[in-house]
């Protein structure tokens, strides 16, 4: 499991200041920008963060099938401890000849946060991954001396960054947790 924060956060404050002429008292102006009350639209947002779940998981299968894990296709929708999950799990692989044969089943993604409300940029997504199907196979030709898959709990923390989501941290649970 991967475990980390990431925050982001930002104040901008913008002010203007002017004088009058020098045998009159200073006057001093102040101008502050109006908070956005748009609310963002959440279909679109929860579509949005799906999409790019969906996109993580399609993008580590073809990386996968051939433990490439200098495939540019990762970081599309990673960054971060998921990036580096990914890419050392598949370096891993490479070194030790194991490619990746079919693919996991996203049984149900959901959106379970969008944070905060006005212009969410973080998300979670929890879903019941079912990864028996998704066999790792030594040079052999033999399947690799790993534990049977099956539904795994998976929870995935996404960031929004220059209006492009990615996960950030992925937890799979054990074989038989959802």
């Known amino acids: 499991m991967v475990a980390a924060a ?5 104040a901008v404050v913008f002010a203007a200041c002017s004088s009058g002429p020098a045998a009159t ?13 748009a609310v963002a639209d959440p279909v679109e947002d929860t579509q949005a ?13 073809t990386a996968a099938r051939t433990s ?20 050392q799990g598949l370096a891993r692989d490479q ?9 996991p089943v996203l049984l149900d ?8 409300v006005a212009d969410p ?16 196979f030594a040079p052999s030709g033999k399947r690799a001396k790993n534990p049977a898959g099956g539904r795994r709990l998976t929870t995935a923390r996404l960031s929004r960054v220059s209006g492009t989501w ?13």
Request: charged share 15%; proline share 5%.
């Open 49 to 61: 963060v799906l999409d790019s779940y969906r996109g993580m998981w399609a993008d580590l299968v």
């Open 166 to 178: 990615k996960t950030t941290e992925l937890a799979v649970g054990a074989v038989a947790s959802c």
């Open 25 to 37: 008292a200073p006057s001093t102006t102040t101008t502050v920008a109006p908070a956005s009350t």
């Open 6 to 10: 990431v925050c982001v956060a930002g």
């Open 109 to 116: 993604p959901k959106v379970t946060s969008l944070s905060p």
């Open 68 to 87: 490439d894990y200098n495939s540019p296709l990762l970081a599309r929708h990673t960054s971060g401890d998921a990036l580096t999950l990914f890419v």
């Open 95 to 103: 070194l030790h000849g194991i490619v990746t044969k079919g693919e």
């Open 121 to 136: 940029t973080h998300a979670t997504v929890s879903d019941c991954v079912d990864d028996s199907k998704w066999v790792e």
